[in-house]
């Protein structure tokens, strides 16, 4: 979670939403990314997004079987459909988003009878750094 975090504050440095993701398969870094949205003029840009595409063609395959994901923000309807859609095994996630996650919020993803591929997911690890990070941020934008 650390290197997620310090990839969130790059992001932040760089005007974008400070989210970071790893996505790591047997203890070793396959991708890494944080929000590129409005660097990339590109809506579909969060950081699990980039970091899942990333890890696919590290990988040279569509299912990232085996992989994890570790990402600053609980992720949302978009980024959870594309974890499920990639095979993910594991996602940790650090601080919850009552207002856009879908993991333990909003639609619960996850659980919904036509998921078709289900996670493990831990929540919380790095919470309150995470927090304290999209806090700072918008705090400046306000």
């Not at 600053?72 to 996630?93: D, F, K, N, Q």
């Not at 078709?116 to 806090?135: M, N, T």
């Amino acid at each position: 979670m650390r290197l997620a975090l310090d990839l969130a504050d790059r992001a932040a440095i760089d005007g974008e939403v400070p989210v970071g993701a790893v996505v790591i398969r047997d203890g070793a870094v396959i991708a890494t990314s944080a929000n590129t949205m409005r660097t990339a003029n590109d809506p579909t840009a969060h950081a699990e997004i980039v970091a899942i595409r990333a890890a696919a063609e590290a990988l040279a395959q569509p299912r990232l079987d085996g992989c994890d994901l570790w990402v600053t923000l609980e992720p949302c309807a978009m980024c959870a459909g594309a974890i499920a859609h990639a095979r993910i095994a594991r996602v940790y996630y650090a601080a919850a988003d009552p207002k856009g996650g879908a993991v333990e919020h909003g639609p619960h993803f996850f659980t919904q009878p036509t998921c078709h591929h289900r996670p493990e997911v831990y929540a919380g690890i790095g919470a309150e750094e995470a927090a304290l990070q999209l806090r700072a941020f918008f705090a400046e934008r306000r």
